[in-house]
């Protein structure tokens, strides 16, 4: 069995996925002439195999005739298992560190301070509405983290050692689509993921886990919610104990340094959330035509025919922005074509914004963080947790630059030219963030290391995709949870906790992953470490 390589247009890759089995597909959209770059697998004879092939088959698959054949998980029944293992957080970390176990047959107990994923939507709905935030239930906390509402994307550029395939092939065996399994940038999407989500937690059930959801943990020596256990014996954790809490657990950052255990500032990154008309975004990306979006006469001009071709087969354009300024990079972060703006703060009195895209990422949005880093020598102090300070009080600008709306979930916004030019927005154009936005001045309320890396970085975007820069696209603040300001120092070989033996702290919140599939990985190398003590 071999692959063979193509190069193709997009409709004739788009055909000959209908036809042959597809290994990996790419879009390259760097010339004007748009190719997708397609691996297929081969016989002995270079022969592409047809996609229905009883040779290859995966196993408890569906679709499985589709593609080569992965090995399915084998997960063991943990009801009397001797060996635990306790995780708080049920994120990709937390779930894929438990999945990880049961396959050992080691029994995982995942202490969760959110809800589960369908009365999490409930909570979503209300925060969408602007009638109030559950801190413990929202955008970042809940069962399957803040990527479950958060566009679920599953790429990342981490050189992470482990099996990143291993977690796509795990994606797909609990319901993921089939081009989790090919795709440079696969993507599952927000209407989905949830459902997928679910099936991994009554897998964990079904086999012997325990998962006890609304359960904060507040110290590390016990738990005192809806099930009260004792996780320290003096010095001594009853089970290794896997931190898995995600990027936004602020109070749990402060616990754990209250408790002494080593952590450190880390670079990280702040930034605005920008939106264009996705139309405007495809003719950029996919070199098709002028990006005007009106008529003389203010009418939209409907697509043409090639762009709806183009769109047909290879959906939507996206982008990946990049450039310094002034010793700092300024990037585009959690691109999401056809997508919503969201509202991601997890307490009262801050002001988030996040995206996420739908599985067919068909809105006539495209938004994109656009953040600038910041390393800890940006900001003074000696304190470990002066990053997440730092991030705390521009949330809280943001909130209050919102607050004259008397909607708590509305966010300050900005037309994108006006805040490159330095003057006020008359109005704003339509939006796809839901509680509202508001008029405000973020070229002169954002810190100057942020804001004016920002009007740069957008005067260079423009200069490699004229008409990039346009009062049609707005900017909404803030931002800030692109990554975690703190890293809780582990070591390198055993991730336990430098000074807390048995902690082994993993993800995003850990300050060692950024997204869901590192996050996955990093959970599963976790949970392996627990598997050879």
């Avoid at 009262?348 to 495209?366: F, I, K, T």
């Avoid at 470990?384 to 943001?398: D, M, N, S, T």
């Amino acid at each position: 069995m071999n692959t063979r390589q193509f190069i193709l247009s997009p409709k004739e890759a788009y055909e000959a996925a209908q036809k042959w089995r597809v290994v990996k597909r790419s879009v390259d959209a760097r010339q004007r002439e748009l190719k997708v770059h397609l691996t297929v697998l081969a016989d002995d004879e270079g022969k592409p195999i047809p996609i229905h092939n009883s040779q290859f088959t995966i196993n408890n698959s569906p679709d499985g005739d589709r593609f080569p054949l992965y090995t399915p998980p084998v997960y063991k029944d943990v009801h009397e298992a001797e060996r635990k293992a306790i995780i708080i957080g049920c994120g990709p970390a937390g779930l894929f560190a438990a999945l990880t176990l049961l396959e050992h047959g080691i029994k995982p107990i995942i202490y969760e301070r959110g809800k589960e994923v369908s009365e999490r939507k409930k909570d979503i709905a209300l925060l969408n509405r602007n009638e109030g935030l559950n801190p413990e239930s929202n955008y970042c906390f809940g069962e399957g983290g803040a990527g479950t509402f958060s566009d679920g994307k599953l790429f990342s550029r981490s050189k992470k050692r482990g099996n990143m395939q291993r977690v796509m092939e795990i994606f797909h065996y609990f319901g993921a689509p089939d081009t989790v399994l090919y795709e440079a940038h696969a993507h599952i999407g927000s209407d989905k993921l949830p459902g997928i989500i679910k099936r991994m937690r009554e897998c964990i059930i079904e086999h012997g886990g325990e998962i006890h959801f609304e359960t904060c943990v507040t110290s590390l020596k016990e738990v005192e919610s809806r099930k009260t256990a004792t996780l320290k014996d003096k010095s001594q954790f009853q089970t290794p104990i896997i931190l898995a809490i995600g990027h936004s657990a602020h109070d749990t950052y402060q616990m754990l340094a209250a408790e002494g255990v080593a952590m450190e500032t880390k670079g990280f990154a702040m930034g605005v959330r920008i939106e264009h008309p996705q139309e405007l975004i495809n003719r950029l990306m996919y070199h098709l035509g002028k990006p005007h979006l009106t008529s003389p006469q203010g009418r939209s001009t409907p697509l043409e025919g090639e762009m709806e071709g183009v769109i047909k087969y290879i959906g939507n354009a996206s982008y990946s922005l990049v450039t310094q300024v002034d010793g700092r990079g300024v990037y585009s972060f959690c691109m999401c074509p056809g997508g919503h703006i969201v509202p991601a703060g997890s307490a009262e009195g801050m002001c988030v914004v996040n995206g996420m895209s739908a599985s067919h990422r068909n809105s006539p949005y495209a938004n994109s963080g656009m953040v600038v880093q910041i390393n800890p020598e940006d900001i003074a102090g000696n304190d470990p947790l002066k990053g997440l300070e730092f991030q705390e009080a521009l949330e809280r600008l943001a909130y209050e630059q919102s607050a004259i709306s008397h909607q708590p979930s509305a966010a300050p916004a900005q037309r994108m030219k006006d805040f490159v030019e330095g003057r006020a927005s008359k109005d704003l154009p339509k939006c796809s963030y839901l509680p509202g936005i508001v008029p405000s001045r973020l070229d002169q309320w954002l810190p100057a290391g942020i804001g004016k890396r920002l009007q740069q970085g957008f005067r260079d975007f423009d200069k490699k995709y004229p008409g990039f820069l346009t009062n049609d696209a707005v900017i909404v603040g803030v931002e800030s949870r692109s990554s975690s300001p703190v890293r809780i120092i582990r070591d390198p070989e055993t991730l336990q906790s430098i000074n807390t033996p048995g902690l082994y702290p993993c993800g995003e919140g850990a300050g060692y992953a950024g997204g869901i599939t590192s996050s996955a990985l990093d959970g599963i190398n976790a949970a392996l470490k627990i598997v050879q003590q």
